[in-house]
């Protein structure tokens, strides 16, 4: 199995960038489609992006299409997110997550239950 580790949250300005990574270890990423959802307090976990194991295929949530971009180094076994434009409704713990590709089937699914693996997440929080 992969284990996966989150990094580069924190606290910023509406308006400004963050870049969060996942770095994967015990099995080589390249394996696993990627996906990140975030959790906002007192709210559910919400999809936001995918990427297959390739790097070929992405697939974004509304409402950060144009502001996020996500991308994957798989010689380095990394994931990682760039967010711009960051907005106080962007405020969560952000979590990366892997699952095997299923042939046939993109986005491969938009709900948390179906990523079989998780990190323990990276805290953003953006001032209004």
Same mark, same amino acid.
């Given at each position: ?52 194991? *390739? ?6 949530? *509304? ?25 106080? *409704? ?39």
């Amino acid at each position: 199995q992969v284990q996966l580790v989150e990094s580069g949250g924190g606290l910023v300005q509406a308006g400004d960038s963050l870049r969060l990574s996942c770095a994967a270890s015990g099995r080589t990423l390249s394996s696993y489609d990627a996906a990140w959802f975030r959790q906002a307090p007192g709210k559910e976990s919400e999809f936001v992006v995918c990427i297959s194991s *390739d790097g070929a295929s992405t697939y974004y949530t *509304d409402s950060v299409k144009g502001r996020f971009t996500v991308s994957r180094d798989n010689a380095k076994n990394t994931v990682a997110l760039q967010m711009n434009s960051l907005k106080a *409704d962007d405020t969560a713990v952000y979590y990366c997550a892997a699952r095997p590709p299923v042939g046939g089937r993109w986005p491969p699914s938009l709900y948390r239950y179906e990523w079989a693996y998780w990190g323990q997440g990276t805290q953003v929080t953006v001032s209004s």
